[in-house]
Structures are given as structure tokens and as C-alpha cells.
């Protein structure tokens, strides 16, 4: 199975931390975010991998190469401009296409002991259009899921704003953990083009009938590493065995 790791970000919520490096190369205990996600992804099995770049893209690429990639089998995507999630996964589809009926799409800024091998089962098993890691904690945007955990809409906090693709009495909210698992089908369902979120194309997809699924991660650790003090936090957790690296 193929992966996309999303590592193209500016990193301003990781400021200073990413004054003079992009926010994949930020350490936690000595270990860059890259590294602790291509080693999570490479225990799992995975060997070929593509990482969208953008910011210090070249200190990203020198990094890799000094590390001979991990022992992986690596693709960088370039991106002159962010493309956000859907914009920067659609330019990195020719690597994706050529694999799998189905791939694995990561952000590089969450850490987590997430069992993908049972996401992944759950995936086959429900033979949706793309399933996602969710947790019920508190966050400013929630994705909302019909009483079968299929994605209806979405919910953001500080616009005080809903949007339903299907009538839904009583949807569960959720929190998005930045781990995918797609169906290699959606690639070319995306419509889309330029700059977008993926969010844009699961909503549509979810209002035309299309199946998009919550995984309930809520029994593992997962820890957003978007701030610093989140980066300091989350090697508290390490220091205290919360999680293994």
C-alpha cells in the first residue's frame, strides 16, 4: 500500500520552531516529525511513500537524502504553490494511482499509535469511498456522521457555522485525527482543481451517496503537534511512556 505524507505547510502555528526549517524537520526527543512518521508508516509495512514539499522544500529533500530515506522508497511533490490538502494530494495522484485499490494519506503534524492495520481492515471490510481516523474530544471544526458512521457534514466552532450534505437527525460530532485511508477511486472523483481542501470533495461526494467513513480511534493516543506547546507536550507523553516511538 501506498502513502502520501502531507509535510508541505508553512508551520505558523509552530513559530518560532519553523523560522529556519519546515515544521516536518521539528524534533521531539532528537527525532525530526518526518522521521516519526515514515518509521510509524514503515513498521506498518509500508515501503513507497510520496511527501508533498513546500516550505524549505530543499532542506526537506537534503534531509531525506542524508538519511538514504529512511529505507523507504521516496517520492517528493513540489508544490511553488500550497496547494492545501485535496490541491496537493491531486498533483501527487500519478504516484498514487500506480499501487494499491486503496492508499494511506498522513499528516506529518500528528503523532499517534493509531492501529492502521485495523483502520485498514475496517476500510476493506466497509468498502467506503475513504475512511478517517476520528476521536470525540474538543476541537474548533467537528465532521459529523449519520447513526452507520458515514460522513454527512461538518460543524465550525468559531463560525458558529453547520453544513449538512444529508439530512440527518442527531449526527455525531468528531474530531478529524489527519489520518486517511482512500479508495484509489477518489482520485479521480475529486472534480476540483488548484488550491482545496479535501474536505470539499468528501462532503460533495458524502451528499451524492458516496460512503465516508469514521474510524473511532479513541482508545489510542493521538496528539496534534501543530503548536509548540503541543510539541512540548507530546514529549511529556514520551518521557512518561504515554506513547512509544
Known amino acids: 500500500m501506498k502513502t502520501m505524507v502531507l509535510a508541505a505547510g508553512l508551520g505558523t502555528r509552530l513559530r518560532p520552531l519553523t ?11 532528537g527525532r525530526t516529525l518526518l522521521e516519526i512518521t515514515l518509521a510509524r508508516l ?10 508533498n514539499v513546500h516550505h524549505f522544500a530543499d532542506r526537506v529533500v537534503e534531509y531525506l537524502k542524508a538519511n538514504n530515506n529512511f529505507g523507504m522508497d521516496v517520492e517528493i511533490s513540489r508544490e511553488d504553490v500550497l496547494l492545501d ?18 492508499f494511506l494519506l498522513h499528516n506529518v503534524d500528528v503523532i499517534s499509535d493509531i492501529d492502521l492495520q485495523r483502520m485498514v481492515e475496517f476500510h476493506w471490510k466497509r468498502g467506503g469511498l475513504a475512511t478517517l481516523a476520528v476521536q470525540e474530544r474538543k476541537t474548533s471544526r467537528y465532521l459529523l456522521f449519520d447513526q452507520e458512521s458515514r460522513l454527512c457534514g461538518r ?7 453547520t453544513e449538512m450534505v444529508r439530512s440527518v437527525p442527531n449526527p455525531h460530532a468528531f474530531a478529524f485525527c489527519g489520518i486517511h485511508v482512500i479508495s484509489t477511486c477518489f482520485l479521480d472523483m475529486m472534480g476540483k482543481e488548484g488550491v482545496f481542501s479535501i474536505m470539499d470533495p468528501y462532503l460533495r461526494l458524502a451528499g ?3 460512503s ?7 482508545e489510542y493516543y493521538w496528539h ?5 506547546e503541543n510539541i512540548r507536550q507530546a514529549a511529556e ?3 512518561q511512556k504515554k506513547i512509544v516511538l
Do not use: H, M, S
Open 19 to 29: 523560522n529556519d526549517r519546515p515544521k516536518a524537520l521539528v524534533e521531539i526527543w
Open 42 to 51: 514503515r513498521a506498518f509495512g509500508i515501503q513507497q511513500v510520496v511527501i
Open 85 to 102: 490538502t485535496g490541491g496537493g494530494l491531486k498533483k501527487a495522484a500519478y504516484f498514487l494511482r500506480d499501487g494499491d485499490e486503496a
Open 155 to 161: 460543524r465550525l466552532e468559531r463560525q458558529n457555522q
Open 208 to 210: 451524492q451517496g458516496e
Open 212 to 218: 465516508i467513513y469514521a474510524f473511532r480511534a479513541d
Open 224 to 228: 496534534d503537534l501543530g503548536k509548540p
Open 237 to 239: 507523553d514520551i518521557a
